[in-house]
């Protein structure tokens, strides 16, 4: 049963309103990789194209903008088919193949060679990707093939699930798309623990019942006092919390489910900040708060940019729920995040450098972008300008920086295997971490195709290929080009013995 989505139904899809020539460029895009991947088909024998629309869909419904839904539907096209990122340069301008170049590079990436802390393998995903909406259309792909999983073996199905609870849905929490991070766990939390998934379930369904039930006659009685009050109120409605992060909760509560007040959750959506704050202190005077509850993360927003006002509150027939007050404008930043803050427009011919991740680039010099601020810049700008507490987007990549930036580039050999190295290091340090072998015959190197000298400074994310020959020595000069003592001891070692 291939379900695959019309172009149409991607363009209704999506939250950003879209311009004609975005339309037109999307359904031209549309046709172009259906084309592309004609005969091609998923493991599950469904028309590859399918999985293509569906990201494409994906990210239509969490704001993506237009460049990046056209490159979401072109995302496997390098990696799967006959074409080349020049193709989709020449058909789609420079802005979407910078895009599927880095979606390509980002799943080239293989996490398995690296014994490393999981907060570094998300970190190197996030350094590898280009611009942060590779990254979105990696988390609308991964979201696909979740819920396409079933018809993979088992084992490979453990994989991704495991892949998924570790790196994409981390990373989706930290970019505040609450969207996608809720769907990706649950599907990953099925597969790779099943019976804390059924039994997660089952709590839930037997709790949220009463719950939601509560919850109905409390939004009546505050809907009555809102429109008293006057307040503007675009909408009420109640969400249930999801497994995953039910089953987290439960695993701090010493899975004591009565010990957990938001299962199902009343979210109220008003006009202004003002009258958020209006809106709790009508319910506080009206149903008694349960202390240490009250959650202002309007003034102190969370890590990832959520805003909004929390309560818990005893309606007075024994019971506890939670109230979620926020603005339209919040509830777009909880549930879309970073999507729905980046994307620029075009304008005449924007030139993108791909050499330097996004994380750095932001830090570097003020970046200068022909067409526009680089988008992670203006995303935390916008974020500033609405939150009186500026610093946590900032400190996230602040902390992703100092961490390693400085110090640590991150380069791949030919297969897409990750070598750590120190900044500025050498392809001859790079030939030693691969091999003592490699380093002692090194004659020259390729970088991302280009042969480079070896005394060339490797940048993050260079793809490096060392060419050997049986004569090759290593020579006394290559100690001034090294970063690593590992390269330095054995060229020592080389040098002494010739
Ligand atoms: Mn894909």
């Known amino acids: 049963m291939a379900n695959v989505p ?230 009420m409605d109640y969400r249930v919390k999801h497994l995953y992060s039910l089953y987290k909760k439960l695993q701090e509560k010493d899975m004591n489910i009565d010990r957990v007040y938001d299962i199902a959750a009343l979210r109220v959506i008003v006009g202004t900040v003002e009258e958020c704050y209006l809106a709790l202190g009508l319910v506080h005077n009206t149903w008694k708060p349960l202390p240490g509850r009250i959650k202002d993360y309007i003034a102190t927003p969370k890590k990832n940019g959520y805003q909004s006002l929390h309560t818990t509150i005893f309606t007075g027939d024994g019971a506890l729920v939670e109230v979620q007050i926020r603005t339209e404008a919040m509830h777009r930043t909880a549930e879309f995040g970073i999507a729905s803050h980046v994307g620029y427009k075009e304008k005449g011919g924007t030139s993108v450098d791909s050499s330097e991740g996004w994380v750095e680039k932001m830090f570097g010099r003020e970046t200068k972008r022909v067409g526009g601020v680089s988008p992670v810049a203006a995303w935390i700008r916008d974020m500033a300008e609405t939150q009186s507490d500026v610093a946590h987007p900032l400190s996230f990549i602040r902390d992703l920086k100092s961490d390693f930036f400085n110090a640590r580039i991150f380069v791949f050999t030919p297969n897409g295997e990750v070598v750590d190295l120190p900044a500025d290091a050498s392809p001859i340090d790079f030939a030693y971490s691969i091999h003592s072998d490699l380093g002692d015959h090194a004659a020259g190197a390729r970088v991302n195709g280009k042969f480079v000298a070896l005394s060339t400074k490797l940048k993050h994310g260079d793809v490096v290929l060392i060419e050997t020959k049986q004569n090759s020595k290593p020579s006394h000069k290559w100690l001034e080009w090294v970063k690593t003592g590992a390269a330095r001891k054995k060229i020592r070692t080389a040098l002494e013995k010739n």
Do not use: M
Not at 39 to 67: C, M, Q, W
Not at 202 to 211: C, F, G, Q, V, Y
């Open 6 to 235: 019309s172009v149409q139904h991607i363009i209704q899809s999506s939250q950003k309103k879209l311009s004609p020539d975005e339309r037109k460029r999307i359904e031209r895009a549309y046709e172009y990789a259906r084309k592309a991947h004609e005969g091609h088909l998923r493991e599950s024998g469904v028309p590859y194209f399918s999985h293509t629309a569906a990201t494409a869909e994906n990210l239509a419904k969490i704001g993506a903008d237009a460049t990046t839904i056209t490159a979401g539907l072109l995302h496997d096209t390098v990696e799967d088919t006959q074409l080349t990122i020049q193709d989709i340069r020449t058909e789609f301008g420079d802005e979407v193949a910078f895009l599927v170049d880095g979606v390509t590079k980002l799943g080239k990436l293989k996490y398995r060679g690296l014994k490393r802390h999981v907060e570094t393998l998300r970190k190197l995903f996030l350094a590898t990707a280009a611009d942060p909406r590779v990254i979105l259309i990696k988390l609308a792909d991964r979201l696909h093939n979740l819920k396409t999983i079933d018809a993979l073996p088992r084992e490979k199905q453990e994989r991704i699930a495991n892949e998924t609870l570790e790196i994409y849905a981390p990373i989706a929490h930290r970019l505040g798309i609450g969207n996608i991070k809720g769907e990706l766990e649950d599907v990953a939390f099925r597969v790779a623990l099943p019976e804390e998934y059924t039994a997660t379930l089952a709590l839930r369904e037997e709790k949220s019942r009463e719950n939601v039930r509560q919850l109905r006659a409390l939004s009546r009685a505050l809907s009555k006092l809102l429109g008293q009050a006057r307040i503007t109120v675009s909408s």
